[in-house]
């Protein structure tokens, strides 16, 4: 691996490092996975990018295949940023703010751009943002976002990552670079006529869609969010226009290498209103959350946070929510936030959710100011301490941690995982999206003992397979990873799994981009690969959030 070393720092521009140290830290991420790369490379422009791309495609035309894999900052919980081969780290160099267009808002960046930076820039200087943000944005990347079609609190009001991009620049698994938006026929006509590798993924991804219709079909589930797979389904609508754009979105740099993101905004409202509705009973809370969401207006969020997070986080720190929620705990707290543009629209959405609370014996607060509302979301976002915490030699680990059911099941789906817990003996603590259905949670295990590396695996089965059972999905924001890439063939089906499959050849032949992540992933391949010791501490500078 030396002489790719040599041959890669000779070529590029930017830095290539093999030290042990440096493979060592990128041999983790936010996942229970560890894999330790061959070598570290920092990507100072696309043309890096493309000649290590084209390189690598010349090698393994001669039957040597050296894994390409894409990171940001590596908070990525499913192990999509850990691999073989390559290490491609892009916030070093490849972090800039490329153009901005005031009046339209559209947004050109590098993938190495800090998420927080970008939402500040576009805050402070047009009053726009970003709404599908991530809870981790303060110190992710939109590369990042970009390639798990992120999603967070704002998400059931404005919907995930690829609601936002309008097109991407892409290097292909041999080193070309491909442009991609929303192409009309006469567009794709052109497209289909490439003699390129380009041309060859149109018109082979155009006959594949044309052939498969029912199956791609199944794509479609009844979920708010789903990042599970690869999203055929919207390339080509039925007015005969074309876009590779959602495919790339959440394809974790299986697919190809996005070096440029041209994103869309929203006009950003700082004033909001703000309603903290405390909840004696989780039927009561559910109950609630449906009638939000057919008579309280619009909410741009619908939180939730279960006593069972509250009392942990007491017992961690007993003044972290001191003043703002006390002992004893009531079963759920819904956070209800609108932001509509104007006090008095506002004032008519709370005056409607008000009158569903009313029907409930809970209790609410309203709050219009700005700090008095960075208060209540510390109840949200005291998830942060749970996952930080340590029971011993346990730890709370990411591995069922963002099934999506259909709205109508959020009953089910949240007394499920309690069941699921009791019937383990384990402490259950939910938080999560409540007007999407999607949750968060994560069972303390000790990943160094054999039996709790046993129950890991037992677990995910029994979650996963459950959450299928309701017709939702494995992942609504966080994607597959190689965590829950062994379930996408249960929860699509044979027939358009193998079309994933398809697509995944189509565009890497070769298998070099990120191998391992998303498709042809087994059980058994994830069991080797398991940390001793789960630990988030190259986030600890920021407090890990979920």
Not at 115 to 129: E, I, N, P
Not at 319 to 348: M, W
Request: charged content about 20%; some cysteine.
């Amino acid at each position: 691996m030396s002489k790719v070393a040599h041959y890669l720092q000779e070529h590029i521009t930017g830095e290539v490092l093999t030290t042990q140290d440096a493979r060592q830290y990128f041999a983790t991420d936010g996942s229970i996975f560890t894999i330790t790369p061959s070598l570290v490379m920092y990507p100072q422009n696309e043309n890096d990018i493309r000649k290590t791309a084209r390189f690598t495609w010349q090698l393994a035309e001669r039957g040597r295949v050296i894994p390409i894999t894409c990171r940001g900052a590596g908070t990525d919980q499913g192990g999509a940023a850990i691999g073989t081969g390559i290490m491609m780290v892009f916030p070093a160099h490849m972090n800039r703010v490329i153009e901005f267009d005031r009046k339209s808002g559209v947004v050109v960046v590098e993938p190495g751009l800090n998420y927080g930076r970008l939402q500040q820039t576009l805050q402070v200087h047009s009053q726009r943002f970003i709404p599908a943000y991530p809870s981790s944005y303060e110190y992710s990347t939109i590369g990042g976002a970009v390639a798990n079609n992120a999603g967070g609190e704002k998400s059931y009001k404005y919907g995930s990552t690829l609601d936002y991009v309008r097109g991407l620049r892409v290097v292909l698994a041999n080193g070309e670079v491909i442009e991609t938006y929303r192409l009309n026929k006469r567009e794709l006509g052109k497209k289909l006529g490439l003699s390129s590798f380009e041309g060859e993924i149109y018109r082979t991804i155009d006959t594949l869609i044309e052939e498969n219709k029912s199956d791609i079909e199944n794509f479609n589930l009844a979920v708010t969010k789903n990042a599970a797979g690869y999203n055929l389904a919207d390339v080509k609508r039925s007015d005969g226009s074309f876009d590779l754009t959602p495919l790339f979105v959440g394809s974790q740099g299986t697919l190809g290498i996005i070096s440029e993101i041209t994103l869309e905004t929203a006009p950003y409202n700082p004033e909001v209103v703000l309603i903290a509705a405390y909840f004696e009973t989780l039927d009561d809370a559910e109950s609630a959350v449906a009638g939000i969401k057919e008579r309280g207006g619009q909410p741009s969020a619908v939180e939730i946070v279960d006593g069972n997070l509250l009392q942990m986080v007491h017992e961690v720190n007993a003044n972290q929510l001191k003043g703002i929620i006390d002992p004893p705990f009531p079963a759920a707290v819904l956070l209800i936030e609108y932001d509509e543009p104007n006090i008095r629209a506002r004032k008519k959405s709370v005056k409607k959710a008000v009158k569903v609370l009313e029907q409930f014996p809970a209790t609410h607060q309203i709050e219009y100011d700005s700090n008095q509302q960075m208060k209540l979301w510390k109840i949200r976002h005291a998830s942060s301490t749970v996952i930080a915490r340590a029971v011993g030699s346990k730890k709370a680990v990411p591995i069922i941690e963002d099934g999506i059911v259909p709205p109508a099941k959020f009953k089910e789906y949240l007394d499920g995982i309690y069941d699921l817990f009791a019937s383990h003996r384990l402490d259950a603590a939910v938080w999560g999206h409540a007007g999407d259905a999607n949750l968060h949670l994560r069972p303390f295990l000790d990943l160094g003992q054999v039996g709790d590396r046993q129950l890991a695996f037992k677990l995910m089965d029994e979650y996963y397979n459950f959450v299928l059972s309701l017709g939702g999905s494995t992942t609504a924001q966080h994607n597959d990873g190689r965590l829950r890439g062994p379930y996408l063939e249960r929860l699509y089906g044979p027939a358009a799994y193998s079309l994933l499959q398809k697509i995944k050849l189509i565009c890497d032949p070769y298998g070099i981009l990120n191998p391992g992540v998303k498709i042809d992933v087994t059980l058994d391949s994830l069991r080797p690969i398991i940390r001793s010791e789960y630990s988030m501490n190259h986030l600890y500078d920021h407090l890990p959030k979920s």
